[in-house]
């Protein structure tokens, strides 16, 4: 990965396993926009719809882990394959794996489209 790209998709994961919301939250702009393109009803709208949905997953899977396991960069967009798990506060365990595809400017996300679905 180009070294801004892997910067930011580094930060995004060493905050996901810290459960850091505020370090998290800084790798994205403040108008950011997510989508899952198979769940358009999950769109994100700006860094603060982030910090809920964000927010809630840390509350509810305290061991929250993100594991990245491939990466790439070509120019301003990184795809990364992930596996997230972890197990909920009601004891039923957590797993989704996927791809993201994320637009980076400034060493910051810009834009992402989610790929990510249970196992």
Known sequence: ???????????????????????????????????QPAHPEKAVHGVEHVRKNWSTMFDDIPDFHSELLRSAVEGDTAWAEWYWFGTRCDGTRFGMRGATILGIQADQIEWARLYMEPV
């Open 1 to 35: 990965m180009k070294s801004g790209q892997s910067i930011v998709v580094k930060r995004l994961q060493q905050a996901q396993n810290a459960h850091d919301l505020e370090a998290f939250l800084a790798c994205f702009t403040s108008n950011f926009q997510g989508e």
